[in-house]
């Protein structure tokens, strides 16, 4: 099954309630494109990038040199969490990875906790998540055999749901490179019935962003974005103001 099957299958099994409720679809900012979080960024301590035609066109090799001023002046205080194999994972590590971390959420077979998989300065972190105290245990160091461990990953949290965002925002939070009371967090995509159900269910501000090199996606996922996501999340983030 494809990513974007998968996302699909997950979303509608664990939260097709969410998706009866306008105030899932709430959109604070309406942006041309990533450009102008250089207006906001003053005003949040962490946003949340979605990547695939949000940074750049669908799985896409290259940044887009008009984003490049924005992306550079938001870099400290942003992350990529993305929908994608770890595989993919891979791919986006080499086209962002100097300018964010980027993060996936999943479960091994051999381990009882979520795990946040994080790629920063280069190197892959494997942080264990205690979701009740919101603690991390840095396991990279155990891991002699990160590769094989890798190769066990049993499931992957995608958006709509919010853990791997609330994942991120805490271990922000652990490292104390955002404060651990307060704080503005910002979700940024392109599609509402992943980006900004997420941002929702997480409880922080978003921005919907026009989608960037949408025509390069596959045909199921474009026929998804103009006959579901579009119509289903404009119409419900209307009735949501
Ligand atoms: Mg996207």
């Known amino acids: 099954m494809s990513d974007h099957h998968k996302t699909v299958v997950q979303a509608v099994k664990k939260h097709w309630k969410d998706y009866f409720k306008p105030s899932s679809y709430k959109v604070d900012y309406r942006l041309k494109s990533v450009a102008q979080l250089s207006f906001l960024e003053e005003n949040y301590n962490l946003i949340i990038l ?3 035609c949000t940074l750049h066109g669908y799985h896409a090799k290259h940044r887009i ?5 924005a992306l550079q002046r938001i870099k400290k205080k942003s992350e990529i969490v993305s929908n994608s194999s770890f595989e993919e ?3 986006i590590r080499d086209v962002f990875g100097d300018l964010f971390p980027v ?3 999943v479960f091994f077979a051999s381990i009882a906790s979520p795990c946040l998989l994080r790629f920063a300065d280069g190197k892959l972190n494997v942080l264990s998540y205690n979701m009740e105290t919101r603690e991390f245990t840095d396991l990279t160091r155990n891991l002699s055999q990160k590769d094989k461990l890798l190769e066990k990953i049993v499931y992957n949290f995608r958006k709509p749901n ?5 994942a991120v925002i805490d271990y922000n939070k652990f490292i104390g490179a955002i ?5 503005r967090f910002l979700m940024v995509g392109d599609r509402y019935l992943t980006d900004i159900v997420c941002g929702n269910l997480a409880g922080i501000t978003t921005a919907l962003v026009e989608p960037v090199g949408h025509t390069s996606e596959k045909i199921s996922l474009m026929l998804g974005r103009w006959l579901i996501d579009v119509p289903v999340g404009g119409l419900m983030s209307r009735l949501a103001r």
Not at 179 to 183: L, N, V
């Open 89 to 91: 994972m891979l791919r």
């Open 162 to 166: 919010p853990s791997a965002v609330r």
């Open 103 to 105: 993060n996936k959420l």
């Open 65 to 69: 040199p008009d984003f490049e001023p």
């Open 179 to 183: 404060p651990k009371e307060k704080g």
């Open 50 to 52: 979605d990547r695939d």
